[in-house]
C-alpha cells in the first residue's frame, strides 16, 4: 500500500456551498499528521469523507489502498478509530472502565458478552500505554474529562484500527490534564504498529513532535500540506489566519498569539 489516505481532487458541496474544494492530500504509512484550521474550515467534513460518512461531490478517494466505489464501507470503518468529545455522552456512565474499553473491540456500547483473558489483556496494555490503568474498576461516569478521553482512545484501539482519528482530543481539558493526554498520544506513536494518527486541532501547541506532518484547512481550501516544521512558520501562519501572528518555540512545539501593535 503506497497510502494510507489519497485524495485527488476532491470537492464537497451541500446545497449552493462548496464545503470542501479540490482537495489533494497524501498520508503515507508511518506519517502522523495534524489538521489546524478555525471552526467552520471543514476538518470535520474531510475526515467524514475518509470514513466514509459522506461522498465526496466530485473527486476520488482511496483508504487503506481501497478506492471509493470498490470497497464496503463498513468493512473499511472498522479499520478506522474515532474519538471525539462527543462521544463522552453516548457511552454508559455506569459501566467500569475497563468494559467501556474492551466492549471497543466489538465497536458496541456496552459489553454483552463475557470478555476473553486476551482481550483483558489487551485492555490492561492499552490502557497503562495511556497511563490510565488505575482507573481499570471506575465507574465511566466517575472519571474526569480527560480520563475519559484516554479512556476512548484505549477504546478506539482495542478494535486494532490502521488509522485513529482524534477530533479536538484536548477540548475541555485544563493546562495540565491536556498535556497528560498529548503525552499519551506521544507514547502511543512511539510503539510498534501503532495507526496512523490524524489529530485536529485549533490550537499549533498542541501539535506534538510526533505530528511531523501539517494540514492547514480554510474555508474548505488546503492552504498548505506539509513538513510540520516548514508550515510552522511566522510568515505561513499569518497567511494562513489572514492576520500577523508573532510565532514562538518551545521544546519543539509552536505557540501562536496574535501580533499586536508594540510587536
Ligand atoms: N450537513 C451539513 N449541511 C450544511 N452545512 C454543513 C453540514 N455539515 C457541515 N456544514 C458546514 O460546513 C462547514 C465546515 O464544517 P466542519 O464541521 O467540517 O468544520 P470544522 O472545521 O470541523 O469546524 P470546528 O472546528 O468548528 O469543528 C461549516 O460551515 C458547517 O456549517
Ligand atoms: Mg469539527
Known amino acids: 500500500m503506497d ?9 464537497y458541496r451541500r446545497g449552493d456551498r462548496e464545503l470542501l474544494k479540490n482537495i489533494h492530500w497524501r498520508v503515507k504509512p508511518g506519517e502522523h499528521w495534524a489538521l489546524l484550521g478555525l471552526n467552520g474550515s471543514g476538518k470535520t467534513t474531510l475526515l467524514n469523507i475518509v470514513n466514509g460518512y459522506i461522498w465526496p461531490t466530485q473527486g476520488e478517494v482511496s483508504v487503506l489502498g481501497h478506492r471509493f ?5 463498513r468493512e473499511l470503518r472498522q479499520s478506522i478509530g474515532w474519538v471525539s468529545s ?9 459501566d467500569r472502565a475497563q468494559f467501556v474499553v474492551i466492549s471497543g473491540k466489538y465497536a458496541t456500547i456496552g459489553l454483552y458478552e463475557r470478555p476473553t483473558s486476551e482481550d483483558t489483556d489487551r485492555a490492561a496494555a492499552l490502557m497503562c500505554t495511556l497511563g490510565c490503568g488505575h482507573l481499570w474498576d471506575r465507574e465511566f461516569r466517575t472519571c474526569s474529562q480527560g480520563e475519559k ?5 484505549a477504546r478506539a484501539l482495542m478494535a486494532d484500527p490502521n488509522i485513529l482519528i482524534l477530533d479536538e482530543p484536548c477540548n475541555g481539558l485544563d493546562l495540565f490534564s491536556r498535556e497528560r493526554l ?10 510498534e504498529q ?9 490550537h499549533t501547541e498542541e501539535i506534538v513532535p510526533v505530528f511531523s506532518r501539517t494540514l492547514l484547512l480554510r474555508r474548505g481550501e488546503i492552504v498548505r500540506a506539509g513538513d510540520t516544521a516548514s508550515v510552522m512558520e511566522e510568515r505561513t501562519l499569518s497567511d494562513f489566519f489572514e492576520a500577523p501572528v508573532v510565532v514562538e518555540k518551545h521544546h519543539r512545539r509552536v505557540y501562536v498569539r496574535a501580533a499586536g501593535p508594540e510587536a
Do not use: F
Not at 3 to 11: A, D, F, K, L, P
Not at 86 to 94: D, H, N
Not at 149 to 153: D, F, T, V
Not at 194 to 202: D, W
Open 149 to 153: 478521553q484516554k479512556l476512548l482512545i
Open 86 to 94: 462527543s462521544l463522552q455522552e453516548k457511552l454508559y456512565g455506569t
Open 69 to 73: 466505489g470498490e470497497v464496503d464501507l
Open 182 to 191: 498529548l503525552d499519551s498520544i506521544h507514547e502511543l506513536a512511539l510503539q
Open 3 to 11: 497510502h494510507i489516505i489519497e485524495m485527488r481532487g476532491v470537492h
Open 194 to 202: 501503532t495507526p496512523s494518527l490524524i489529530y485536529v486541532t485549533h
